[in-house]
Nanobody, 124 residues
């Protein structure tokens, strides 16, 4: 299971970015996917997750601003991030849980296969 993140960058406060998490070498259909982030000096934390059948979960810190979606035909999960704040600055990672696992809010310990991350910086 290999995942590759893309779409990070530098954006001003209030701006938007769309992150992509693309699977390589396997079908994404059965896998719950989570998005996580890690700011310098802080622990990795969950951001959002989507079940294999499309149910979305959001941490309170991003609810109403971020939207997770999946396109299984493209083997890609997206994280649309709007109204970005400086405190959203972090390295963002996607990860896959076990096939067809029942998930809820994203917890690091539930996810087994991780991408390498993409950096998001929100600054004026």
């Amino acid at each position: 299971v290999q995942l590759v993140e893309s779409g990070g960058g530098l954006v001003q406060p209030g701006g938007s970015l769309r992150l992509s998490c693309t699977a390589s070498g396997f079908s994404l259909d059965d896998y719950p996917i989570g998005w996580f982030r890690q700011a310098p000096g802080k622990e990795r934390e969950g951001v959002s997750a989507i079940s294999h059948d499309g149910i979305a979960y959001y941490m309170q810190t991003v609810k109403g601003r971020f939207t997770i979606s999946r396109d299984n035909a493209k083997k890609t999960v997206y994280l649309q991030m709007n109204s970005l704040k400086p405190e959203d600055t972090a390295d963002y990672y996607c990860a896959a849980a076990a096939p067809r696992a029942r998930i809820g809010l994203p917890r690091v310990q539930d996810y087994k296969s991780w991408g390498q991350g993409t950096q998001v910086t929100v600054s004026s």
